[in-house]
């Protein structure tokens, strides 16, 4: 088997046979890999729906973040140490999509709070804690500062004040 034999069968070929004056024939073998390029996806990535593809939607981005970083360091280094530039073209396409990492991973970590608060919410451990918390209150509070508490909150709720 010749080397690299595995790769060729891989790629789909398209004959185009183009008839030439004296009844000569050629035929051209076009790739199709190379005439269907695929263009990297740009702009904020789709939010995972677990807190496990969070986790490793996050590692991923991460990782990409720190090479990306370092490739842009190392282009920076030689520029400023030996004058040799780096191709503006790829160092712009970089810079962009280090910036789209970054907002992803913020968005990421948005994303992962309110799964975490929504988990807290069905979870009936929690909600039982939050009924105990409340009773240890009223026992522990004077009577009617309990209530006195209660309707300050629901009128800084009604008047907008954050909490």
Not at 16 to 29: E, K
């Amino acid at each position: 088997m010749k080397p690299f034999a595995f790769l060729r069968r891989s790629i789909a070929t398209k004959d185009i046979s183009q008839p030439l004056a004296g009844g000569l024939v050629i035929t051209v073998a076009k790739r199709s890999d190379v005439a269907v390029r695929r263009q990297p996806q740009i702009g904020p990535c789709d939010m995972p729906a677990t807190l496990a593809e969070c986790d490793a939607l996050e590692e991923r981005l991460c990782r990409d973040s720190i090479r990306l970083e370092c490739q842009l360091g190392i282009a920076k280094g030689k520029s400023q140490a030996e004058g040799e530039y780096a191709d503006p073209h790829w160092y712009h396409k970089a810079s962009a999509a280090l910036k789209h990492i970054k907002r992803d991973r913020q968005r990421l970590a948005v994303h992962m709070k309110q799964l975490r608060i929504a988990a807290r919410r069905t979870d009936p451990h929690w909600q039982g804690r939050d009924q105990a918390l409340i009773r240890a209150l009223r026992d522990e509070l004077p009577e009617g500062r309990f209530d006195q508490i209660v309707e300050e909150v629901e009128m800084n709720i009604e008047a907008g004040i954050p909490q």
